[in-house]
């Protein structure tokens, strides 16, 4: 007991010296942190896991064809690369995983994406604020899910995951990894404690997000943000029906003074966000799913005073031929009325995915954002569907920017009117008779609205995509 209780003093101290210290000793402290919790294990249950060792593929390869933009700019005419880009991305993953408790696993991956023919050089994705090239497309051989998890810790629903992981929940849209991105939007070197007791559960993580700079090896130079966060999953019994709440509280911050005020200093950025999400089947195919999110903190030396919601009522008719759903969804992230109050009105949304959200051209983002969205899905056959959608989208405020390149399609002015434009897309799902193979198209067509016209082009643009994707998983051992 005793020495159970100096090592609970030695990891208050590590999380301690994770809070305040560089990047260089994060990993040191997250091994330190795991693997002494190996003496919290139930030594009672000392028996191996069915499957000691599997391996695990999975390989993705996705055309796209981007016309009239480009993954930074709009138009016939963009700063960097061209308005006509038909490119290859490869992305493949290997991991390991080793099972030897049956309360212990170990996880050892990598992965390699690769991009062929982009038309974009790789320095319009450099961050100056991270001094370091940030790309969505490639990054290669870097670490994928390389971590220590210890379950029923104390004999309880309790375990602890520590490495390099991927942390994601709900609908994706607060915290999601962004699994369409070639190299991953957001994957963490975090520490999770879990709680888990039926349909519920209780999630607490430190971690920081790490920066995808294609010639550098990630644990030889500083992650992007910091965040601290509890998440949790609530079943509310209502007679024949299950409500499901998500209360969630997250903390994000980046101390190296790199954040640009309305002042035009530089300072920190540290940030709270307070949320909910909940969803319910009201009645036999009739659902509802709602989230809210608040923002408050600094920006440099702005405050922050922000908000973000997304709203979603659908029906799916489950006797009528190729069980069609209809939804209708409405998103709202606000944005800055002014720009010199030294108030900051933008929400910035949290860590959660874009690409399934807002459009499937990826030409909008969860900040300064309206998104009225109505959806069709069908499935003609068992393994073929497809979803229709339809976007119209607006700027929240006519002063703030347009997120697909805030530092080139802004009028702080507010005379270039708030109408982004329209948005169709119809993506479709076949499951080959393959095991593991999975095929995915689509098309979309953007129709540009006032403000897009004014600050970048008054085309319309074209997007389509063929994607192949195989997962394959052998047990070994």
């Known amino acids: ?70 993954q930074k700019f709009y138009g016939e005419n963009p700063p960097k690369g061209d308005s006509d880009d038909g490119f290859l991305l490869q992305r493949i993953r290997l991991t390991f995983d080793f099972n030897p408790h049956r309360n212990v696993h170990i996880s050892a991956g990598l992965q390699d994406s690769r991009a062929y023919d982009v038309a974009l050089p790789d320095d319009a994705f450099y961050k100056s604020r991270l001094g370091l090239e940030h790309n969505p497309n490639k990054d290669y051989w870097e670490l994928f899910d390389t971590y ?19 942390i994601a929940y709900g609908d994706k849209r607060v915290f999601g990894p962004g699994k369409w991105g070639n190299t991953g939007r957001y994957i963490w ?11 519920n559960f209780v ?24 965040g601290c966060a509890v998440y949790s999953h609530f079943l509310i019994p209502m007679q024949d029906r299950k ?85 209708a969804e409405f998103s ?6 002014n720009p ?30 309206q998104d009225a969205q109505a959806n069709l899905e069908f499935k003609p056959f068992k393994n073929l569907g497809f979803k229709a959608e339809l976007h119209k989208f607006w700027l929240a405020e006519d002063e703030d920017a347009w997120y697909q390149n805030q530092k080139v399609y802004r009028d702080k002015t507010g005379r270039s009117g708030n109408e982004l434009g329209v948005e169709f897309d119809i993506i479709g799902k076949y499951i080959t008779p393959l095991k593991g193979l999975e095929c995915q198209f689509g098309y979309g067509h953007f129709w540009p609205g006032e403000f897009v016209e004014t600050v970048a082009d008054d085309v319309e643009a074209d997007w389509c995509f063929l994607q192949l994707h195989y997962k394959f998983s052998k047990k070994v051992l």
């Open 332 to 337: 709202y992230a606000s944005g800055d009325k």
């Open 1 to 70: 007991m005793w020495q159970k209780m100096q090592v609970l003093r030695g990891q208050e101290k590590c999380l301690d010296e994770i809070r305040s210290g560089g990047h260089e000793r994060d990993n040191r402290y997250f091994l330190f942190f795991v693997a002494t919790s190996l003496l919290f294990l139930d030594t009672s249950l000392a028996v191996a896991a069915d499957d000691l060792l599997r391996i695990n593929a999975d390989i993705r390869y996705r055309w796209e064809y981007e016309d009239n933009f480009n």
């Open 243 to 327: 409500f499901y709440l998500e209360p969630f509280f997250v903390r994000k911050w980046d101390t190296h003074d790199n954040f640009k005020s309305e002042d035009l200093a530089f300072g920190d950025f540290n940030s709270d966000y307070y949320g909910i999400r909940s969803y319910v089947e009201i009645l036999p195919g009739l659902d509802y799913d709602f989230t809210f999110v608040w923002q408050t903190g600094e920006w440099g030396n702005d405050d922050i005073e922000a908000y973000g919601y997304h709203l979603l009522a659908g029906y799916k008719f489950k006797i009528v031929p190729w069980t069609p759903r209809i939804s």
């Open 340 to 369: 010199t109050d030294g108030d900051r009105g933008t929400f910035d949304g949290v860590f959660g995915a874009r690409d399934k959200m807002y459009g499937r051209m990826n030409l909008m983002d969860w900040k300064n954002l």
């Open 203 to 226: 999630d607490t993580f430190y971690g920081r997000n790490i920066i995808h700079e294609p010639d550098r090896f990630s644990l030889d130079h500083r992650h992007f943000f910091e």
């Open 148 to 166: 220590l998890e210890l379950k029923n810790l104390f004999g309880q629903e309790l375990s602890l995951k520590g490495g390099r992981q991927i």
């Open 189 to 199: 070197d975090a520490v999770k404690l879990s709680y888990r007791s039926g349909d």
